[in-house]
């Protein structure tokens, strides 16, 4: 298995290189062609492939490029363009209108229920809050009536013991 594993991942990795490789080597020729062109030279190909400079050409010359903006020396990663936004073309297909259709419906019910239980959540943590505090209130009323007996028993219960205590003495 993991032969099969590295024995995929290696040639997924050959791929990506000489994809970029052709890639940036099929840019390279367009760009070279265009400032050949530009220049009233006729674009010279090497045997590789790759286009051949002409001498006492620079490559910014070749490149197109201002020679404020010099390319990349080797091994050297140019930054990346500013990302773009990149939308399809809608599709005349039924199907793929109505997968569209459901993706944004589907999109709009998530951001309404999110909302929704949002709000729902701060409506339960205040009403918790409340109850818990009227909780509390209705701890310290019910201590403070228990109090207010004892103490109101406490002083009947010494009257009574002092009247029968005046009337003994009678």
Do not use: C, W
């Not at 492939?49 to 050409?57: I, L, S, Y």
């Not at 020679?67 to 020396?73: F, G, L, T």
């Not at 009403?127 to 209705?138: F, G, L, R, T």
């Amino acid at each position: 298995m993991t032969q099969i594993r590295k024995l995929l991942t290696v040639t997924a990795a050959f791929a990506t290189v000489t994809t970029a490789a052709v890639f940036a080597q099929g840019a390279y020729a367009q760009n070279a062609a265009q400032g050949a062109t530009q220049a009233g030279e006729a674009p010279t190909m090497a045997p590789s492939g790759a286009p051949a400079m002409a001498p006492g050409a620079a490559p910014a010359q070749l490149t197109g490029q201002a020679p404020s903006q010099a390319p990349a020396a080797a091994g050297i990663a140019q930054p990346a363009p500013a990302p773009q936004a990149l939308t399809a073309p809608q599709s005349a297909d039924p199907l793929v209108q109505k997968r569209n259709a459901n993706a944004a419906a589907n999109a709009e019910y998530r951001s309404a229920k999110k909302s929704a239980n949002a709000g729902y959540s701060d409506a339960k943590q205040q009403a918790k809050s409340q109850y818990k505090a009227q909780v509390k209130d209705a701890k310290i009323n019910h201590k403070a009536d228990r109090q207010a007996n004892d103490s109101e028993m406490k002083d009947q219960m010494n009257g009574m013991s002092a009247q029968q205590q005046g009337g003994q003495s009678q």
